[in-house]
């Protein structure tokens, strides 16, 4: 059987980045060598605030040219104590998901078998999520600046930028994913109340592209409002499209009500595919665990089957889930969930299930 081949490039990057990529990369070649359907080349990079404090650089010249070879990208965290982090930020993520138009960020979250929501009522199936984050404007543009500084009359803008083109491509792709899934129910956050241009804009484009999409329901919520109802009625949301701000908080409110932020995977995708994806855990450097040995690798095997899904091996994608929502289930957990399993032990586990289910 011929099978197809991906080239990957890793970047583990900054604090429990290395450890979690590490697992990810052991379960993903456990899955291509019991599956047999598909193969993974792996092509390190080690950009990271180590190689910025010794060579003033994240990305070294060409890098990027480099990058773009690649199908995907496996992205560990980017952050350290002593580099700041809008430097860390736009050195390494923002400066590949801005020039790679990875536009749209998507976030699925649920309650895993084996894991528990922090609210009382809420079982396995209750809270399954997709927010998805609109990820290259709004208030992440970088649009703004600083007069004045240092002096008390100092002053400093951030402007969120919203173009008709960024908003309406955000919206069909939120919808698409929204028809999708069994509900085909999607919920526009907003801010259209208080913020009169942006938002606005943003109302009227999500109700245009609306028309494309007759069986999709559609309602509109405003952020704030939003947490509560991520709360207090986790089951009655589907599919949520957000500004890059709003949906940034959102999705950490989400990832704590699934169980944990351990588990949560991210993926900065170029639905155009002229660029490759990019595809992280969301939870970041984690620097008070770094070296431990103890961060949860879940959120990367769940970012791993992200990536497969996305590189054309839905088949694959679903059986590394199961096999990692197993494992859960038989309580193989880091403590963030709740177990006394470190990195290896979950790791092992699931390339054991990968074999036992799969081989
Ligand atoms: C995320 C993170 C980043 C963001 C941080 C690291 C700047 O919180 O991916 O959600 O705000 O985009
Ligand atoms: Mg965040």
Redesign the pocket.
């Known amino acids: 059987m011929s099978s197809k081949s991906y080239s990957i490039a890793s970047i583990p990057a900054d604090g429990i980045g290395p450890e979690v990529v590490e697992a990810g990369i052991t379960a993903l070649n456990a899955l291509a060598d019991t599956l047999k359907t598909f193969k993974l080349e792996f092509t390190n990079y080690d950009w990271s605030s180590e190689t910025y404090k010794k060579t003033g650089k994240y990305i070294p010249d060409g890098g990027l040219d480099s990058l773009k070879q690649h199908d995907a990208i496996l992205f560990g ?3 350290a104590p002593d580099v700041p ?1 809008h430097i860390s ?1 736009w050195g390494l ?1 923002l400066a590949i998901c801005q020039p790679f138009q990875q536009y749209a ?1 998507v976030r699925p979250t649920k309650v895993f078998r084996g894991t528990q929501s922090p609210l009382r009522n809420c079982k396995t199936g209750d809270l399954d999520w997709v927010i998805i984050r609109e990820n290259s404007e709004g208030e ?1 543009a970088g649009q703004g600046g600083r007069s004045h500084t240092g002096k008390p009359w100092e002053v400093a803008t951030e402007t969120a930028i919203f173009s008709r083109v960024g908003v309406e491509r955000i919206m069909r792709f939120a919808f698409e994913v929204a028809q999708k899934r069994p509900r085909k129910l999607l919920t526009v956050v907003t801010k259209s109340n208080a913020q009169r241009n942006g938002m606005v804009l943003w109302d009227e484009v999500a109700k245009a592209v609306a028309k494309d999409f007759p069986d999709v329901t559609v309602d509109k919520m405003l952020v704030d409002a939003m947490t509560t109802r991520m709360v207090l009625k986790p089951e009655t949301i589907d599919t949520i499209v957000a500004t ?2 709003h949906a ?1 908080i959102l ?2 409110l989400a990832a704590a009500l699934a169980g944990s932020i351990g588990i949560a995977p ?1 993926s900065n995708l170029d639905p155009t595919r002229q660029n490759p994806s990019m595809f ?1 855990p ?1 939870h ?1 450097s984690a620097f008070d665990i770094t070296g431990k040995g103890i961060a949860n690798p879940v959120a990367t095997f769940w970012t791993a089957a992200e990536m497969l899904e996305w590189l054309g091996e839905a088949d694959a994608s679903k059986k590394l889930l199961t096999a990692v929502e197993n494992v859960c289930e038989a309580g193989v957990l880091t403590a963030d969930l709740g177990g006394k399993a470190n990195t290896k032990e979950v790791t092992n586990a699931v390339v054991a299930e990968i074999k036992k289910l799969y081989g």
């Open positions: 965290a980017v952050g982090d930020l993520r960020n992440y890059n701000l940034d999705s950490d991210t992280e969301i970041g």
